[in-house]
């Protein structure tokens, strides 16, 4: 039998990994014993990864209604989303600095597998495509900032499952395969446009500002009743 620790763990990340993959929608509730059940451990193994995941933004719970799989508000995404921009341009001048040979390895190999997964399934390609950003950071050597990251990455996750009108796995895996090249080239500010133009992309898909409807279509209900 695994011991706690190790049992916590595993629950953690599959449940991180079905919300993620978007299986488990924002606003799901996540019954302890529902969720122990299905896993095989106590409510006690569960109660600790709810926790893990609350601490992560990815959770939110409730005196007496239990855990449910939060819901950000637009305010609080774009928010996260201005926080991330900060770290990942930090991300890329740690690593135009210098890299070990085989940080590019692990990165190629990881694009190798977005690749691979390109247009064949949106919920899989949604989950590798943060977790370049979150092997960057960790390429870095910087505990504190791969954490940081790591946490605003899965959030945004979380945020374009809420918000996202689709998810483009072409333009991720053809951007990611650039940043690497300018990393490797050096090429600091060509690596940070790069990003930015990324992660812009990825917020306009989220649709976070609300866009007025014009006088047209405002008055064209009013139209219909005039003409009646």
Known sequence: M?????????????????????????GM??????????FGVSRTIVRHALVRLENEGLVVTYKNRGAFVAEPSKVEAQHIFEVRRCLETEVIRVLCQGIHKDGFDRLEAHVRHEDAVRG???????????EFHILLAELT?????ARYVSEVVLRCSLIMSLYARNHSSECAVDEHSQIIGAIRAGDQARAAEIMEHHLGAVAGRAELTAQPDSIQSILSHYGKELAN
């Open 2 to 26: 695994a011991d706690k620790n190790t049992l916590t763990d595993a629950v953690h990340d599959l449940l991180r990994k079905a919300i993620i993959e978007q299986a488990l929608k924002p």
């Open 29 to 38: 509730r996540l019954p302890e014993d529902t969720v122990g059940e299905q």
């Open 120 to 130: 064949k399934n949106d919920p899989v390609s949604i989950r590798l495509a943060g």
């Open 141 to 145: 050597g910087n505990h504190v900032l």
